[in-house]
């Protein structure tokens, strides 16, 4: 379930939604999202390294 939640938020079609009219809310989740993304980024990055050194 958190997966699928997480999936939806990341998804690009809901990013580019009108979810509200308040521009600061929309902005903080834009934030969030580009956050979450380069989290997961960084740790595939650290997997691939870990993997790679012998």
């Known amino acids: ?3 699928k939640r997480l999936g939806y938020y ?3 079609r809901t ?3 009108r ?3 308040n ?3 929309r ?3 834009g934030i969030n999202r580009i956050s979450i ?3 997961l980024m960084c740790i595939v990055v650290m997997v691939v ?3 790679t050194r012998s």
């Open 10 to 12: 990341l998804d690009p």
């Open 15 to 17: 990013l580019f939604g």
């Open 23 to 25: 521009v600061n809310l």
């Open 37 to 39: 993304l380069m989290f």
């Open 49 to 51: 390294r870990a993997c």
């Open 27 to 29: 902005f903080m989740h």
């Open 1 to 3: 379930m958190f997966f």
């Open 19 to 21: 979810s509200s009219t």
